[in-house]
């Protein structure tokens, strides 16, 4: 069956500094690999994803790097900003399946 | 573009008591899922509607849970009665639903917070 993992429940960075946030997942039939960031009081907005024929993909001050060697899934936000504070889920999507999400880390940037 | 709207925002009820939630979701968007949210934790799918049809309702406690998404738009979650376990956030996504199925992006409404005393 699908499982999702997070390596670290909390993660505090300074302001400007690299975030990397840490997902391994068990389902290799996965066919979308996408990350989720949730403010306090709304609903997931998405990030960003990748298909699962990529090991890369950059967005605006994010990158998802997929290995699917190890099951691992990793989100970097650049020169991290207070508004990025908030909670990241990784998700997985096989097929027709709905989203399975992981249980989350908190992300707290210091000012 | 409208985003997900869900209503109402929060909800007090005692445990026993029956409570219902709605959901718009974006127009035209043919895929509608009803996530639950236990504080710290991932949200977990309940149901998902293609259109007015069920495609997956296993996660969905059927013996005090209930969905119905009429006309293939809007969809009421119900829950009767309530336990004090179901407090949570009831999140509401829909996403375009291909055709022929495969991924396509959900949004995400502001959610529920039920709280059951």
């Known amino acids: 069956g699908e499982s999702v993992g997070l390596h670290l429940p909390t993660l505090s960075v300074q302001e400007g500094d690299n975030s990397i946030i840490n997902c391994a997942y068990s389902?290799?039939?996965?066919?979308?690999f996408i990350w989720y960031k949730q403010e306090s009081g709304k609903g997931p907005q998405f990030i960003i994803d990748?298909?699962?024929?990529?090991d890369k993909r950059q967005g605006q001050r994010v990158t998802v790097l997929l290995n699917k060697t190890v099951k691992h899934l990793s989100l970097q936000i650049a020169a991290t900003q207070p508004g990025d504070s908030a909670v990241y889920f990784c998700a997985l999507n096989s097929g027709n399946t709905p989203l399975v999400f992981g249980k989350g880390t908190r992300l707290s940037v210091i000012a | 573009e409208a985003g997900v709207a869900q209503s109402p925002r929060y909800k007090i009820i005692e445990k026993r008591q029956s409570v219902a939630f709605w959901c718009n979701p974006i127009s035209g968007h043919a895929t509608l899922y009803w996530y639950q949210q236990i504080l710290g934790q991932g949200p977990k799918l309940l149901i998902q509607f293609q259109n007015n049809g069920v495609v997956d309702d296993s996660q969905l406690p059927k013996d005090r849970f209930s969905a119905e998404r009429l006309k293939g738009v809007d969809s009421t979650l119900k829950i009767q009665p309530a336990k004090l376990e179901d407090s949570a956030v009831y999140l509401c996504a829909s996403s375009l639903g291909l055709r022929g199925g495969g991924y396509s992006e959900a949004f995400f409404g502001q959610g529920t917070r039920l709280t059951v005393v």
């Open positions: 990748i298909r699962s024929n990529m």
């Open positions: 389902n290799s039939a996965s066919d979308y």
